[in-house]
């Protein structure tokens, strides 16, 4: 059985300096790396911690924010800090530093200004090489007076300081490049003064080559930009990423499986392998289960979506890029992950659906998760079977692929049809059944649970597990028409999960009476029901979540917290940068919105041109083609046509199936 403990933390915000705190008033973190170093800009304007610090990590050792390289035990970041003294006054980074991408760099750049009297100070972040552990600080500084000025500028790291002196005439600018590099075997950070921050050739090959996006608006194409220029940096060089930044310092297979996706999907393809590669050799075991947390669970533990959800992600990808050849070194590892939900001990034989004691959101046991059937589980477990018979066809297995695609279907044909234990009612999709087929409709926490009291579970009840927010999965995936009347109650359903107790917007994981942690609104929940509603049509609701999205804490950057509430930490761990938020928007995206779907006959093109928008521009990379994708509201009475270069396989309205391209292929389609 799981224990309480592993729920629990001890690492106490309120000591030690304030940068230690994630949570700084109006904060922003804006993350840089290669997969050789990890690097968040901190802009906290509020004054909480340091204005404009640096946090350099390194990105395959996965710790607490008060952990980072450049983080001082006593001073937090304040080394990091740059500093100007002038006759005799000192000035640095405040409360009006403004930040933001810099959106022609030709790598990932941050610039923060800010000015002093008589001074005009310009700090641009940026990864410039791709293949040193490095990153550069230039420091533009512009003489906004009328005479020469005598300046000094300092900075460091930790207690090592930086210093340069000089005069700057009136008027004139001076730029400064400070370098930090990492030294691995040392476990530290290096800061130096450097000649120059001009990238590389490999640097600018690789960010170049990434897709682009553009709905028309430039908040939510902010979104996409900043989701694809900080995915990488999420991602060491050896496929290793933390669950939720500073915050758990563990990872989960499900993540990692949708972060390779969008990897994919943006045409980071080397990064998606290298993370499909690690996933299938070190989180999948011989025996075909998936690694949680970092952990190997019991059967009545394990998180069976995660076979499903790898099988779907890796097909995808596979569709995307044509590696096939992934698929053949990996067999044994794939037919194990396939095969080992199939197994008896999760079988329920009346309805033939799976069973165990663990849910998708990963309470079980002592947070009173009965043993039972979870929706998410068969729901992934049916795609990813018949994922996998995909993926058996590509490589010639003919008998798997028979049977993978009968059970998927036999396991879809249960959780939706089943007259005594199919996975939805009146409300629409529900989240679990018992072995008699009843609803589970609440959960009373275990004694040895130990939740705090001001935690709902931890108080009195009922505490209800209905509605949730995995519902809209089978909506998003395309298990049921988005415009089906099961789409529309579940939808509805889901709504009551806006706005629980709390006013700022946002989805809740699930209804907030059974949280057993801190509520609140979930970004990557709430984009859930984002795609669902693309899905369903609705444009209202998508608007919604994206302009919530654009509201909360880290919008500037495009960086979102794991959720948006008051976190009790401890006995709960500081709250963090979740790398799947940036998943789920990309997925929204290129997925849904911009409908580019590899398919296993061919490259279908079926766009979503949500309410308001006039058209979307895409430019992505399939099979090592660039795809080029223009659409566009159709005129009264003008039929929906698609115009394209490619060679045609299928049309109907709104949607083209396309052979894989073998050079750049343009679509316009009109909707």
Known sequence: MIEASEHFYHDDPNVGPPDVRTELRGVDYFFLGNGLIQAAVQVAPAGDGTPVGLLVMNPDRLRKKREALTMDPATGLAATRVCIARDGHTFAAAGRAAAAWVQAAPVPTVEVGWSAPGLRVRERFSCPSWSAAALCREIIITNTQRRAAALTVTTGVKTRGLKRSFRLAAGASRTLVVGYTLNVRADSVRGAWRATATPDRAARAFWAGLAGVSLGRADWDHFFRASACQLPAGVSRAGCIDGSIWQYNLEWLRDQSMVALALTMIGATGPATTVFTRLLDKFVTPEGDTLDSSVKRDPADVELDQNGILLCTLRDHVLWTGNVALVRAKWAKIVAAAEFPLRPVFRHAASGLLQNRREFWERHKIHGIEPGMELVYQLYVAHGLTAAATLARLTGHAREAARWDAEGAR?????????????????????????????????????????????????????????????????????????????????????????????????????????????????????????????????????????????????????????????????????????????????????????????????????????????????????????????????????????????????????????????????????
Request: glycine letters at 10%.
């Open 411 to 671: 396991l879809r044909t249960a959780l939706l049809e089943d007259p005594r234990f199919r996975m939805h009612d009146a409300r629409g999709f529900i989240k679990r059944r018992a072995p008699d087929g009843s609803v589970q409709e609440t959960i009373t926490a275990h004694p040895e649970a130990a939740l705090p009291t001001a935690v709902p579970l931890g108080g009195p009840g009922p505490h209800r597990i209905n509605p949730d927010t995995s519902s809209a999965l089978p909506i998003a995936l395309g298990t049921i028409p988005g415009d089906s009347p099961l789409a529309r109650r579940t939808l509805a359903t889901l709504e009551t999960l806006w706005n629980q107790d709390w006013a700022h917007g946002g989805y809740g994981r699930y209804d907030v009476s059974s949280e057993p942690d801190s509520p609140g609104a979930w970004p990557f929940a709430s984009l859930f029901v984002a795609r669902a509603a693309v899905e369903a049509g609705d444009s209202a609701k998508v608007a919604r979540i994206l302009n919530w999205l654009g509201g909360v804490a880290g919008a500037r950057a495009g960086t979102w917290f794991e959720f948006y509430g008051r976190r009790l930490a401890p006995p709960f761990p500081q709250v963090g940068i979740v790398v799947w938020n940036w998943a789920e928007l990309i997925v929204l995206y290129v997925h849904h919105i911009l409908g580019v779907r590899p398919e296993e006959g061919g490259l279908r093109l079926r766009p979503r041109l949500l309410d308001g928008l006039r058209g979307l521009e895409a430019a992505v990379t399939v099979r090592g083609q660039r795809v080029t994708l223009h659409t566009r509201r159709r005129k009264t009475r003008e039929a929906a046509t698609a115009v394209t270069d490619g060679r045609v396989l299928a049309e109907q309205p709104g949607e083209v199936l396309l052979a894989y391209p073998d050079r750049p292929v343009t679509a316009t389609l009109a909707v």
